[in-house]
């Protein structure tokens, strides 16, 4: 079995630091770089880029609204052609720093708000796939498990991911409990690193509510910004690789 790790990170902006970038990156296999509308600015995106070649982590891109004050977490109201638009120009910017040092891009995944919104938009996932379709069919279209927009991707021959959340709460319809709600986010290690397991090898994980939810998990989402982020993610690797499930990035098994 093989799976993938990664995180949001390159979510820093100016003076202010946000995440554990430097420590997290020793453990996971693929970096959604925040491409300066929610958080990064070019200095950072840059140094993200260059810490993950050190560390041959691979890179996306983590596209966003518009939103940089609330860090992308607030819904929009856009159409389907400026959602296109949008993606692909944060696209083209993290671009510019991974040719820069010789690398290539590995996928992309839409960032808070917008990543949700998708799940019950489609008209908004297809701008969003239309914008990564535009600038690369190679790219990897990483989405919640199980969802819609996986499936509309398939459809226009993108490669598609299915990103499971190892810390964060799911409602029974396979969408996750909102970050306002008690529960959403767990941060206790041991509780993390059985439901990523279930996850991984059982194919689902239980609901807020008791109930089971079916999932399938292609790469796991670890958050670079929770307290605790350096030893979550160092003892999910360890649990799943004394498991005998081995931690690659996602080009490696995603055809």
Known sequence: MKVDLNSDLGESFGRYKLGLDEEVMKYITSANVACGWHAGDPLVMRKTVKLAK????????HPSYPDLMGFGRRYMDITREEARNYILYQIGA???FVKAEGLELQHVKPHGALYNALVKDEELARGVL????DFDKNLI?????????????KEMGLKVAHEVFADRAYNPDGTLVSRRKPGAVIHDKEVIAERVLSMVKDGG??????????????TICVHGDNPKALEITAYI???????GIKIVPMREFMR
Do not use: C, H, Q, T
Not at 142 to 153: F, I, N, Q, R, Y
Not at 237 to 243: D, G, I
């Open 54 to 61: 050190e560390l041959n982590v691979a890179i996306g891109a």
């Open 237 to 243: 690797r360890k649990r799943l690789e004394e498991e």
């Open 141 to 153: 279209f990483v989405g919640l498990s199980m969802s819609k927009p996986l499936e509309v991707a």
């Open 94 to 96: 993290l671009y510019a």
């Open 205 to 218: 994980v239980k609901a807020i509510n008791g109930e089971w939810v079916e999932l399938k998990a292609d």
């Open 130 to 133: 239309e914008g990564i379709a």
